[in-house]
């Protein structure tokens, strides 16, 4: 049965006083039926469906909640409005437990329903049409903005608005103009690489001069200024998370606090064992490496991950900060389930209580696996609701709502992001490089296209490790991933239209930074 969308029923045994509010809503172009008890309602609900229902709770026989629920059973999707005369805590806490969409308090004038309606009916459709219209005033202005330079500061405002838009044209659906600002991207990054040719190499020979926040900042400039007003605070590290994943997680967490973002430039490369290694040790990866030996092999794979509670430990000791360290890191359904155990004793009451949680990076490098997930994940909007998913359901959840309940500061950021390849870039070598898809380090490399890559000469401009005569480092840009001329077929099938990191994206460099402040 069709649903009039402006069709209203009114449940009242006043039903011949609210003439008046009926006359107005007809004139405003509603149609409006009246009952004077549940059951004749619920009878005329049989036969046919209305837009929304408002419904009295004090009434002869059964009550509106009682009827609430009989019209539930009919359509559980129906918008249903009570109005009551009660101001009683108890009736508006039993209205609101039941998921009433809205609640009116008796005497009630016209213009107030048609608000109430209006709002429950047509919002989500004035909300919509209102973004659309100020995209497309804003729109051109962006695409004019494109040729003035821009420092850091000006790249990290062009994205987190360019973000902004991204994440409210997908919940508004509307999607001709959610692929014209899909538009803008592709010279974005172009201009965002030209930009890091001569900009990174610069803010690493000068650190003292104008430049981002970088990972190795986050201890220093973020999370200490905390520590020194707080006895303790949680710092969380959610590797592989993006400004746009971030922008759907964080008003899940408003409720409970209050949230500052601010922006930090990853390192390059991109990619977990220099990017976080660097966030938790304040250093660079050659400074690592010769400071601590031990901790840093050639291997570029998980086990250069296996210090970072003694590397943020040492940075402590090096600001001379003796601050007790609680670390965790959470990779695996059992890391997490042994966290979500405990977790009410998992947050130290002096000292700073950091957690890596792998979720995110896990899931974007398992896609390449799993033909579930690839689909499952197809894109940037899915990406980002199967992030909120997890995030709802997730220890780290509980774990920051636990932080909220006992007033303890959070510093929440990320060591990279990700980006969605979908352009296979040829590579040489004289030599097999190194694996990585988005940066690879070796003798002689280039790409088949100067414009797929940035390259590298000299590892000092990047402070990476030398690695011998010869060796050079070339980090992709734009939606490409590395392809060697041997396995050129294999590379494509597998990885094209993979989430993949470590190479000079904004969606890969430019992070959140967020201090989360209990409300009290």
């Known amino acids: 049965m069709a649903q009039h969308p402006k069709s209203v029923l009114w449940i009242d045994d006043e039903a011949d006083l609210l003439e008046s509010h009926r006359i107005f809503l007809r004139e405003k172009g509603f149609e409006v039926e009246s009952a004077t008890n549940a059951d004749d309602a619920v009878e005329m609900l049989r036969r046919r469906t209305y837009g929304i229902v408002l419904l009295d709770e004090q009434m002869p026989g059964k009550r509106g909640l009682e009827a609430y629920r009989e019209i539930r059973e009919l359509d559980p999707l129906l918008p249903i409005v009570m109005v009551t005369k009660s101001e009683e805590d108890a009736t508006l806490k039993e209205a609101i437990g039941v998921d009433v969409r809205d609640y009116l308090v008796k005497p009630i004038n016209p213009r107030q329903v048609l608000a109430v309606i209006t709002r429950v009916l047509d919002g989500p459709r004035i909300r ?162 010769a400071r601590f030996p031990d901790w840093w092999g050639e291997r570029e794979d998980e086990s250069l991950n296996a210090h970072e509670r003694g590397l943020l430990e040492a940075q402590f000791a090096e600001l001379k900060k003796p601050i007790p360290v609680r670390y965790e890191k959470i990779s695996s359904t059992a890391d997490s389930a042994e966290l979500e155990r405990r977790v009410s004793s998992a947050i130290a009451r002096e000292g700073v209580s950091a957690f890596v949680f792998n979720f995110v990076d896990l899931l974007t490098h398992g896609r390449s696996e799993s033909a579930i997930l690839y689909e499952v994940a197809k894109d940037e909007i899915a990406l980002r609701q199967i992030t909120k998913q997890w995030f709802e359901r997730s220890v780290l959840f509980t774990l920051l709502k636990d932080a909220a309940r006992k007033n303890i500061p959070v510093l929440i950021t990320s060591d990279h992001g990700s980006i969605h390849c979908l352009t296979p870039a040829t590579v040489f070598a004289k030599r097999d490089a190194t694996a990585n898809l988005r940066y690879k380090f070796g003798e002689d490399l280039r790409a088949e296209k100067s414009e797929y890559a940035l390259s590298f000469g000299n590892a000092d401009d990047l402070k990476l490790p030398r690695r011998g005569n010869g060796a050079n480092t070339l980090l992709a840009v734009g939606d490409t991933f590395f392809v060697y001329p041997t396995k050129l077929r294999e590379y494509q099938t597998r990885y094209r239209g993979s989430f993949l990191h470590g190479g000079v994206t904004p969606e890969e460099c430019i992070l959140p930074v967020a201090l989360l402040t209990p409300r009290r």
């Open 128 to 289: 919509q049409q209102a973004i659309a219209r100020s995209f497309v005033e804003r729109f051109r202005a962006i695409e004019l903005d494109r040729q003035a330079p821009l420092d850091w500061r000006g790249w990290v405002s062009r994205y987190s608005e360019l973000v902004e838009w991204d994440v409210s044209l997908a919940e508004a659906r509307e999607q001709s103009l959610y692929d014209s600002l899909q538009s803008l991207y592709p010279d974005m990054r172009r201009e965002f690489a030209t930009f890091m040719r001569s900009a990174y190499p610069g803010w690493l020979a000068n650190l003292e001069g104008d430049r981002p926040p970088l990972s190795i900042d986050i201890v220093s400039e973020f999370l200490l200024p905390i520590l020194e007003r707080n006895r303790a605070a949680v710092f969380v590290v959610i590797d592989c998370l993006r400004l746009d994943q971030w922008a759907v997680l964080s008003p899940l967490l408003a409720p409970f606090f209050e949230i500052e973002t601010t922006h930090h430039f990853s390192i390059l490369p991109t990619a977990t064992p220099y990017s976080r290694n660097s966030l938790f040790s304040g250093l660079f990866p050659s400074e690592i490496a």
